[in-house]
């Protein structure tokens, strides 16, 4: 694992776009670029291999909590190659991107995303923690967080995305995928 470098950015977005297959990865692709655009970007994060196999990128967002907004780090998107899926590579990217936030001082880390895949890689749900998703097209169990060691309890409130996330349309989930996920759950 190693930063990404600005003569990487070909690399990844062709692996984001594979990662993500068709329209959807073409959206993130877009989501990324806007997210580097805005200076949104806090750390990204690549798995190399002879080629850029796995990327793990890091946004600032905000916590509106009572006391004062919070800067915390929102992971997205989680890529890997398809061809390395299911090898560890996700796992490890985990692990890198967790541990940069860290010493980027960030308190808390979020994502939208499996929870049968990140929760056994140190996240948890949200809502447990008092924190409230930035849309109500994320399903429940999907708004997740990892808590570092500069959390405080006082911390809690509703994530704020950063503008790029919108201006992509890249928050939750439409119909009629969201209505599907909500009908397994």
């Known amino acids: 694992m190693r930063l990404a470098e600005p003569a990487d950015r070909e690399a990844i977005e062709s692996l984001v776009a594979s990662a993500f297959g068709g329209s959807d990865g073409r959206e993130v692709v877009e989501m990324v670029r806007a997210l580097d655009a805005s200076c949104a970007t806090r750390a990204s994060l690549i798995a190399v291999d002879g080629e850029v196999v796995g990327h ?6 905000w916590v509106d909590a ?59 749900p949200a809502t447990e923690h008092g924190f409230i998703r930035p849309s109500l097209r994320i399903p429940l169990p999907a708004f997740q967080v990892a808590l570092l060691s500069g959390y405080e309890n006082w911390m809690v409130g509703q994530l704020v995305y950063p503008e790029a996330f919108w201006a992509t349309d890249a928050v939750g989930l439409r119909d009629p995928r969201l209505r599907a996920v909500e009908e397994r759950l």
Do not use: C, K, N
Request: proline share 6%; glycine share 10%.
């Open 66 to 124: 009572r006391q004062e907004m919070v800067e915390v780090a929102v992971l997205s998107p989680l890529s890997v190659a398809p061809d390395r899926q299911r090898r560890g590579v996700g796992a490890h990217l985990l692990i890198a991107a967790l541990s940069e936030a860290e010493r980027l001082g960030f308190p808390a880390v979020f994502l939208e995303g499996d929870w049968t895949y990140y929760g056994p890689r140190g996240f948890t």
């Open 56 to 61: 793990v990128q890091l946004s600032r967002g």
